[in-house]
T-cell receptor
Framework: DADVTQTPRNRITKTGKRIMLECSQT?????MYWYRQDPGLGLRLIYY???????NKGEISDGYSVSRQAQAKFSLSLESAIPNQTALYFC????????????FGDGTRLSIL | GQSLEQPSEVTAVEGAIVQINCTYQ??????LSWYQQHDGGAPTFLSY????GLEETGRFSSFLSRSDSYGYLLLQELQMKDSASYFC????????????FGQGTELSVKP
């Protein structure tokens, strides 16, 4: 089983719809992250969370919200989807040490029509 | 501000050695990491340099020079399966260890 699981893997929806992307992890890590990847732009951080009661904005949080329901779960919501939110979304985890590499889920490919 | 720069594309032949450079401007960071990504799949960790110098992991090596604001990933004995995108990233001191990524280098390995 994957250590970091994202659902759904693919989603096509219409402008204005509310969408939730879910992430769960079995690594026991405290820190969880949501990234967005667009062609030619690398990975950009949307939100991150140090623990269940901690939520922080990343580089591109506008139009997104998150919920950290438990240590193992971190969900990303698009309240009213727009076409320029079409992208590949990755969830990642890390422990508290400074040099622990992040572990990524397999991604959610989201298309907004 | 913080930014990392990498070449967008590199092409090499099977069996050769290739170096992917990463130059950065950042106010402070724990270390430089490298990730590999195949065809939009999950990025996977390759190497990490906390200190200046060379780190070797099998066919892959990574180098960091903080004084030169420069690092590189060295891939030896290239194989077709090494065709992928490679990202450098720094873990910022001030932002909870979040990784700041370069835009990635697409490596094409030819027979």
């Amino acid at each position: 089983d994957a250590d970091v699981t994202q659902t759904p893997r693919n989603r096509i929806t219409k402008t204005g719809k509310r969408i939730m992307l879910e992430c769960s992890q079995t690594k026991g890590h405290d820190r969880m992250y949501w990234y967005r990847q667009d062609p030619g732009l690398g990975l950009r951080l949307i939100y991150y969370s140090f623990d269940v009661k901690d939520i922080n904005k990343g580089e591109i949080s506008d139009g997104y919200s998150v919920s950290r329901q438990a240590q193992a779960k971190f969900s990303l919501s698009l309240e009213s989807a727009i076409p320029n939110q079409t992208a590949l979304y990755f969830c990642a985890t890390s422990d508290k040490t400074g040099n622990q590499p992040q572990h990524f889920g397999d991604g959610t490919r989201l298309s907004i029509l | 501000g913080q930014s990392l720069e990498q070449p967008s594309e590199v092409t090499a032949v099977e069996g050769a050695i290739v170096q992917i450079n990463c130059t950065y401007q950042t106010s402070g960071f724990y270390g430089l990491s490298w990730y590999q990504q195949h065809d939009g799949g999950a990025p996977t960790f390759l190497s990490y340099n906390a200190l200046d110098g060379l780190e070797e992991t099998g066919r892959f090596s990574s180098f960091l020079s903080r004084s030169d604001s420069y690092g590189y990933l060295l891939l030896q004995e290239l194989q077709m399966k090494d065709s992928a995108s490679y990202f450098c990233a720094v873990r910022s001191y001030n932002q909870g260890g979040k990784l700041i990524f370069g835009q990635g280098t697409e490596l094409s390995v030819k027979p």
